[in-house]
Structure formats: C-alpha cells, structure tokens
T-cell receptor, first 115, second 112 residues
C-alpha cells in the first residue's frame, strides 16, 4: 500500500539507449512531479502535471518526455541517454489547494546509471 | 542569488544537544516553507511545514519563520543519532501551482 511508487528502483544502461521510469500514486492527489537529484544532492524539479495537464516544464533537454495517462500515473521517458543523465530521479505527488501549496510526498527514487 | 540557501554544513552535534539548521530565501512573496529530511539513499520525507511568522513546534522539532528577514530555521532539541541525515529546506512562492524551490541541504551528524 505504498503511497508513491516508482519502477524500476535501479536502472543501469549504456549511452544512447532509451529508457522509461514509471510512477504511480494512490493518495488521490491531483498533481505529480519529476525531480532530478544529482551527486551533490541538489533536488531540482523537471516537470509537473496537474490533472494530466503539464504545468511545470523546467529547462530540461527535450530528450526527456513526461507522460501522464491519468491523475495517478506519471511516466518519464528518456531518449538517447547521456553520461550526465546519471542521477536519482524522484517522483512526487501533492494535492494542490486553492492559493496554497500542499505537502509533496516523494517516491523511493530511481537510481539511473549511464555507462 | 540562489532561490533558497542553507548553511552549507556539515553540522555535527553531540547527542542531546540542540541542532540549528538555517535557510534564507530570495523571493519576498514566498508563502509556504517546508523542511524535509533525507537519509542517505532514501527519499525526502516531510518533517514540518510553516506558513505564518513565528514558531511552530512538533515534538522535538521547532520551525521558525521570519518573513521580514526572509529566514526560516529548524531546531532539533535533544538530538539523537537517528536524526543524522541531510535536511532540505523548500520554499513555495505560490505563483506556480506546486512549485517548490529546494536548498542544497545541510548534512547533520549527531554523535553519541
């Protein structure tokens, strides 16, 4: 009954490959996020979807493409992987209240290693 | 200027002491403030949030907010070795739904 789950937990792949990470939340939240955490632990937002609509799209290479089939799922597809893509990717979700930001709950993370 | 800055640490305190973690933010219009704890190899988990000026206490944790000084802090009383983790300050401006700006974190070690 994990609140926010991600698969896979670890992903090791070669440069140039295409890979996907999946995220699901069972909290009934309307907003989901993808974050990248680099080796120095800096947590940077990449994308956010509210009710399946893209609302945050940071300066991220267009090799990264999020997809939200429904409110409970947000997937991240990465094309032509590069060494610099190696990081931990966290999915998160929250319920946006009118005029406020509610708590974000994080998934366990996916450690991506590009060789 | 970074959106959110935290004292760089690492911070090391003895068991039973008070650990003080500090965070400043650049946008005066920021509305919501969060402290997350992240153990090594784990995901961030929320410890506290604060919206109003003043202190907010939850067990051994106290968050303090001073919007005039654009400063938010987290005090951990009676620190335990299990409190050893990286503490992330996050700030919401309220202008973009759900957008949080994170600091780089302060690593805390509590030694027995």
């Amino acid at each position: 009954d994990t609140a926010v789950s991600q698969t896979p937990k670890y992903l090791v792949t070669q440069m140039g490959n295409d890979k996907s990470i999946k995220c699901e939340q069972n909290l009934g939240h309307d907003t989901m996020y993808w974050y990248k955490q680099d080796s120095k632990k800096f947590l940077k937002i990449m994308f956010s979807y509210n009710n399946k609509e893209l609302i945050i799209n940071e300066t991220v290479p267009n090799r990264f493409s999020p997809k939200s089939p429904d409110k409970a799922h947000l997937n991240l597809h990465i094309n032509s992987l590069e060494l610099g893509d190696s990081a931990v990717y966290f999915c998160a979700s929250s319920q946006i209240l009118a005029g406020a930001t509610d708590t974000q709950y994080f998934g366990p993370g996916t450690r991506l290693t590009v060789l | 200027q970074k959106e959110v800055e935290q004292n760089s640490g690492p911070l090391s305190v003895p068991e039973g002491a008070i650990a003080s973690l500090n965070c400043t933010y650049s946008d005066r219009g920021s509305q919501s403030f969060f402290w997350y704890r992240q153990y090594s190899g784990k995901s961030p988990e929320l410890i506290m949030f604060i919206y109003s000026n003043g202190d907010k206490e939850d067990g051994r944790f106290t968050a303090q907010l001073n919007k005039a000084s654009q400063y938010v802090s987290l005090l951990i009383r009676d620190s335990q070795p299990s409190d050893s983790a990286t503490y992330l300050c996050a700030v919401s401006r309220g202008s973009t739904l759900g957008r949080l700006y994170f600091g780089r974190g302060t690593q805390l070690t509590v030694w027995p």
